[in-house]
Nanobody
Framework: QVQLVESGGGLVQPGGSLTLSCVVR????????MGWYRQGPGKGRELVAS???????NYVDSLKGRFTISRDNAKNTVYLQMNSLKPEDTAVYYC???????????WGQGTQVTVSS
């Protein structure tokens, strides 16, 4: 059974940084494309960034330059480095596996990121 566990969220002031982690268990992680999604208050879930098994990355245009996705196959972990955080980045952040750019699941429990002064 595949399980994903996100961590690293919290309360941060505008302009601050956070690094989220997602550990994947029960999958051949090195072969998986992975994505980070977020769901803000009253909003739908949106793709933030993705990374393939070959380390190609893709970002939503509005976040380019502030967010960086990376992975460590030895640790079965995908990361999301978030810099210059803004209140509108407040959301629950989720990771999942991707197939052909679409979420394949399962979803983790998510990690809450709150950007507020």
């Amino acid at each position: 059974q595949v399980q994903l566990v996100e961590s690293g969220g919290g309360l941060v002031q505008p302009g601050g940084s956070l690094t989220l982690s997602c550990v994947v268990r029960g999958s051949i992680f090195s072969l998986d494309a992975m994505g980070w999604y977020r769901q803000g208050p009253g909003k739908g879930r949106e793709l933030v960034a993705s990374i393939t098994s070959g380390l190609s990355t893709n970002y939503v245009d509005s976040l380019k330059g502030r967010f960086t996705i990376s992975r460590d196959n030895a640790k079965n972990t995908v990361y999301l480095q978030m810099n210059s955080l803004k209140p509108e980045d407040t959301a629950v952040y989720y990771c999942t596996r991707l197939i052909r750019g679409l979420p394949f699941g399962p979803w983790g429990q998510g990690t809450q990121v709150t950007v507020s002064s």
